[in-house]
């Protein structure tokens, strides 16, 4: 026992004085966390770690001129405290019982780990808190332009357009004043449109087009069901446009969740963080105090000393003082908080979508990494709880002033941005998302590309109806010119 305090008596003397020996850098949990510091096995059987605090201990290493050895922590935890024990476990216990130097890692500065460790400088940017959810399903369709009316709606649609052409044949067919029953009358206009069957079908059919259904029935009878017919395609159009445009939207913005707010509104999703994490203190932490407004203001309100003028002072109809964290903290713990991050991302992929599951709550660092490198997850809403990331050493150590300088020497060099510009974007981890899975301000071509097969279908169409008319009239043709010569001869012997 003696021998093992004296080594580390020996090691904190000698990291007085640069050049000093590092004796043990502690990486817990970090190095279950990439991109901060990744453990791996090389082909020798042997751990190596590797990540972006790695490469900041080694910059600061050629800095200062030291070793070092890093270990991982047994609990693999950060550091918490024990609100019955009031003892610490992770990384932050390591330091307190003196059996390290340095905590390695992404750690957030927080009041109460102050009071046991000191930090350095911070090393990276404000980290907050995170919500990590399913990735929502745009369901799409290449015709989806048709399910804007249900089924029975087309039909009757489809049943009005026969009918009311048939109509307009019938009446341009039965009314004296019409075309076809008065020639004699209409033989000087330039417009003679004969409204047979095939014509009225055509008829109401562009009617229903920017292009227009052309000349009108000469009838009376008739102009009163094309007008009819105008009136009910614009009120049709309309509607169909309008709920079109809305189909269109909505399935790119259902995503009930935007916020944590929104999430405290409902109760399909359940959603909590990672047990024993600084995500979980910060809510109950947040519950604590509100627990603690609520009891001062009840003992303001019940205190017999008050006279009456204090006490109506004092008198509302509700709850003066929120109670959000007191109910979230409530769910988070019928939910059951998972013990490892790899636990929560697990039962957020199990979810059955964005509306219905569970939502994970964490450091915003590692849900940047889980949808960096998972398509079907999603951050949603902005960070809360922001605070620095920095290194831990012991209390009054002298490494705090030597780290914290190296630290602001890589800053001013923006070797932290090359740092992280290789462990984020350049990560070999990052997978590539189909652009298909990507969240855009326009309509797709899964959701519009039935116009287009339409318009495939419209010119196949064509082309089997210009055939069968080509055929058609090549047969045709012969009777036509022996017809035309035998009238031609007959003719030419009567004048002989």
Known sequence: MNEQHARRTRARTECAHPPFTVARGVSPLCAQQPPFIVKKNTSNGEEKFEGYCIDLIDEIKTILKFEYTIYEVQDKMFGS???????????IRELVDK?????????????????????TVPYYDLVGISILMKKPEVKSSLFKFLTVLEGNVWGCILAAYFFTSFLMYLF???????????KEKYKDDEEKRDFNLKE???????????????????????RLVAATWWLFGFIIIASYTANLAAFL???????????????????????????????MTYFERMAHIESKFYDIWKNMSLDDTLSDEERAKLAVWDYPVSDKYTKIWWTMQEAHMPTEFEEGVRRVKESKGSQEGFAFIADSTRVKY?????CDLVSVGSEFSRKPLALAVQQNSPLKDQLSSAILKLLNQRRLEG?????????????????????SDG???????????????????????????YCYYKNRKPNSKVVAVKEYSSKDSIKH
Do not use: H
Request: aromatic share 8%.
């Open 81 to 91: 405290i024990n609100t019955t024990t009031k003892q610490w476990n992770g990384m």
């Open 99 to 119: 059996n390290a130097d340095i905590a390695l890692g992404p750690i957030s500065v927080m009041a109460e780990r102050e009071t046991v460790v000191d930090f």
């Open 172 to 182: 341009d067919r039965l009314s004296p004043y019409s075309y076809r029953n008065n």
């Open 200 to 222: 009225c079908l055509w008829f109401c059919m562009t009617s229903l087009t920017p292009q227009g259904g052309g000349e009108a029935p000469r009838n009376l009878s008739g």
């Open 249 to 279: 939207t909505v399935s790119r913005l259902d995503s009930p969740i935007e916020s944590l707010d929104d999430l405290a509104k409902q109760y399909k999703i359940k959603y909590a963080p990672q047990k024993d994490t600084s995500s």
């Open 370 to 374: 889980a949808t960096m490198t998972n």
């Open 419 to 439: 740092l992280k510009e290789t462990w984020w974007n350049k990560n070999p981890a990052r997978v590539s998302c189909d652009d298909s899975e990507r969240q």
């Open 443 to 469: 309509i797709s071509i899964r959701n519009i590309g039935g116009v287009f097969i339409v318009i495939f279908i419209g010119v196949v169409m064509a082309c089997i109806t210009l055939a069968i008319e």
